[in-house]
């Protein structure tokens, strides 16, 4: 599931990786369970005589067209769809013949949300909404597993962790941007340091 190393830049290392949440296959693993019995009755029903194979074949055939349709490539779509954090950038991957992926360095996303409702809460996912500083904006990633502990860790790349500093997301050659950017108290002088008490 984690991005091959090959494809990772020097001193570059993956902080999440994940597939879109498991309640995606609800829906395919029902039409599975439908199909299948419902194909399994009518070809148990079906009248014997001349009409016997040639019927039985075409439910087959029906059964195959519905299962592909929509229990295998959902199924395909979903294995074949991966959302990777590293220190530096955030990766996704879609697609099952024609791929395709976008890469979002972590210096050009100002700001990262996340939103979930009942139902997400209970199976323990949700959507994370990030806004970068490029041409399309926007970036909604559906159904996160564990979104919470996502929007934390890209937040601690991101703005810095307990420490305030800048996080990974941030060259160590680099100047940060200003949003990422903490004020620090100056460091006292000598002078400072020292009462007239104790001159």
């Not at 309640?23 to 039409?31: D, G, N, S, T, W």
């Amino acid at each position: 599931m984690a991005i091959s190393a090959k494809l990772l830049g020097e001193d570059e290392y993956v902080v999440v990786s994940t597939r879109t949440h498991w309640k995606a296959l609800i829906f395919p693993v029902f039409v599975l369970l439908v199909v299948a019995g419902a194909g399994g009755f009518l070809a148990a029903v079906v009248p014997s005589g001349s009409l016997q194979t040639p019927g039985r074949i075409a439910i087959l055939a029906v059964g195959v067209v519905l299962l592909l349709t929509f229990a295998a490539k959902p199924f395909l779509n979903w294995f074949f769809s991966t959302y990777t954090l590293t220190n530096r950038r955030l990766i996704t991957r879609h697609g099952i013949l024609t791929r395709t992926g976008r890469d979002i360095p972590l210096m050009r996303i100002n700001d990262v949300s996340y939103e979930h409702g009942l139902i997400d809460r209970i199976l323990g996912c949700g959507t994370l909404h990030i806004e970068s500083a490029g041409e399309r904006g926007q970036v909604v990633l559906p159904d996160v597993p564990q979104v919470e502990h996502v929007h934390l860790q890209m937040s601690d790349l991101l703005f810095g962790g307990p420490e305030g500093r800048p996080g990974d997301g941030v060259l160590d050659d680099e100047e940060p941007p200003d949003h990422l950017r903490r004020r620090t108290r100056p460091e006292p002088d000598s002078e400072t340091l020292f009462s007239s008490d104790d001159k």
